[in-house]
Each structure stands twice: as C-alpha cells, then as structure tokens.
C-alpha cells in the first residue's frame, strides 16, 4: 500500500527474489505513478483502493497509516508490515483490531539499491509465520534483525537516518577537494569511489572498523 520510492524499491526486491508478480498488487493513489508502476512491474496488479489481500505492506506517510491498516484488514489482511515512522505497535494494533499480526519496521534508503538494512518489532499477535514474512519482505532488498519496540528508535536513528550523515560527510569531502583546488566532477567522482571501495572494505574484512581506521591513521601511514 503506497507505489513509493521503499514501496517499489520492496516489489523490486521481491519479484527478484522469486515472487510471482500475479501474487503482488500495488495500492497508489496517484494516477501518473500507477501507470509509471504498470510499465515498471508487467504482471503486477497496479490498482487505486486496496482489494482483498492476504497480507498488508503499509508504505505510506504515517499520518495515514492507522487508516490504510483499518482498510487492509478490512480487506481481508491478517498480516501488517507498517514501515511508517514513528506509528507505534499500539497505534497499528488498535487500527487493525484483535488477532491480526501487526509488525513495525524501520528500513532505509539504501533499500532503493538492494543494500538496506532495516528493524522491526513484533506485536503481540505475531507468530513464527509473521516474524518469517517480515524478515522476507524488509530481507529482499538488505538485511534486516528484530529488536524489541523500544529500540526501534535506536535503530532509526542509526540506520535509518544514518545515510544522511554518511551523505553530509560526503558533501563536505567533495567541498574540501574543490577548495584545494580539484575541479567539481573529479572530486565527485573520487568521493563516491572512496565511500563504495571503504563501505566494500568494510563489509568484506575480518577486522574491527577501529583496525581499519588504524591503518589509515598510523604514524607514518
């Protein structure tokens, strides 16, 4: 529900990952992004209202997340994925009513490249079952671990609002490299290198992040 940037980036991530698109409907209200999602996903049901389901991704702004809950599980939806900042497991469980697996979710923007990493919480209606499609959803485009609700905050701003700083960084290094005199384009180029080959480093060595950082900043290194 919502053909957004993380709505689409999930449909990507999960027809990639093997779903049928026949099994996967996107609920957008926008007429002109709805026909942009019906050229982007062939074979996936693009339709304005939500219609029977079975179970609910909620990417939409969180004011309107209570009311598209109430509106899948009237549907039909006995699973809810709400990837709505800030909407607590209370606020989703009273929308959604008794019984209905009500899960909340934290993913970021790298999702949009299939490199994100997101949290989620269970409610107290959740199963194993829930707890698996949670972790197939968000895990199809990144990774993803759950966490009790309380530190869903932690995760949000670690993760979730982590890649503006990591972005902010960025900015200032390509401003640096233009204020000693590199032309624009080649410091941007240089930037971006920097932060896929260091980000790829990381992910790929056996050592701690404070090692990496070592070896940079040795005496004489």
């Known amino acids: 529900v919502g053909g957004g940037n993380m709505g689409a980036a999930f449909a990507h991530g999960l027809i990639a990952g093997g779903l049928s698109p026949s099994a996967l409907t996107i609920v957008e209200l926008d007429a002109a992004k ?6 982007t996903f062939p074979g996936v ?3 304005e ?3 029977p389901c079975r179970n609910a991704v909620i990417a939409v702004k969180p004011p309107a997340a209570a009311a598209a809950t109430r509106e899948a ?6 699973t809810i994925l709400s990837i709505a900042a800030g909407v607590s497991l209370a ?9 209905v697996a009500v899960i909340r979710a934290m993913p970021n923007t790298p999702a949009l490249v299939g490199k994100g990493a997101a949290g989620f919480s269970l409610g107290t209606s959740c199963g ?10 968000l895990g199809s485009v990144g990774m993803a671990v759950r966490v009790d609700e309380p530190l869903l905050d932690a995760v949000t701003g670690l993760t979730g ?3 503006a700083y990591l972005f902010s960084i960025a900015e200032a290094l390509i401003a640096a490299g233009v204020a000693e005199g590199l032309d624009a384009a080649t410091a941007d180029a240089l930037v971006r290198q920097l932060f896929l080959g260091s980000g790829t480093l990381l992910a790929a060595s056996a050592d701690s992040p404070t090692k990496l950082r070592e070896n940079v900043t040795s005496p004489n290194g």
């Open 34 to 39: 709805r026909a942009e999602l019906s050229a």
């Open 45 to 47: 049901t693009i339709i």
């Open 49 to 51: 209202k939500i219609g």
């Open 73 to 78: 599980v009237a549907c039909g939806a006995t």
């Open 91 to 99: 606020t989703l469980s009273a929308a959604a009513g008794p019984g």
């Open 128 to 137: 194993a079952d829930a707890e698996r499609f949670a972790a197939g959803v």
């Open 161 to 163: 609002s982590g890649p």
